[in-house]
């Protein structure tokens, strides 16, 4: 019986089939993950930030209107506070007095009853601000807001209306 004979099988070209494979799907699977990046980072510059809903608490300060039909209510003088406050740069200090609106003539009372514990609230705020949050206006608006917030929290027989800066010096 004759035998036929295969001609003698070329390794290195099988292997070179076989790497080539590899090799094309090797670089079609990392194509197809940059493109897949590419997209996916697209799709997220495309994307708006999301909106931050934190409430600003100076925009609630209300703004008094020079209305001369306007009922105004009784109103509290709070004398010169001087107060060291924080700051990377040096010593810094507000010098302010401030005038209280409020709603109620009983109000005015229980305020005057109350000075110690508004004028402590009051040197704690200001004390815990910085320079540069008190150099603008935004800053003094929080800042009326917070007192308004601290003090409402005190009173039992009316609330402060409006807060008014009557001095108000930073250096």
Known sequence: ???????PKKEGATDDKGKKKKLIIIIGA???????????????????????KEVDPAQNVPVPELNHGADIGPMVDITEF????????????????LTLE????????????????????????IGNKTFEELQDLEGKRELKAEIMSKINGFLQAGKVKAIFFTEFVVQ
């Open 1 to 7: 019986m004759a035998e036929k004979k295969e001609p």
């Open 82 to 97: 001087i107060v060291n406050i924080i700051s990377a740069d040096g010593s810094h200090y507000v010098k302010t007095s």
């Open 30 to 52: 990392a194509a197809l993950i940059l493109l897949i990046g590419i997209a996916v980072a697209v799709f997220l510059m495309k994307k708006p930030p999301p909106e931050k």
């Open 102 to 125: 409020l709603t109620t003539p009983q109000a005015k009372d229980e305020i005057n009853q109350r000075m110690p514990q508004i004028r402590d609230a009051i040197l704690l705020l």
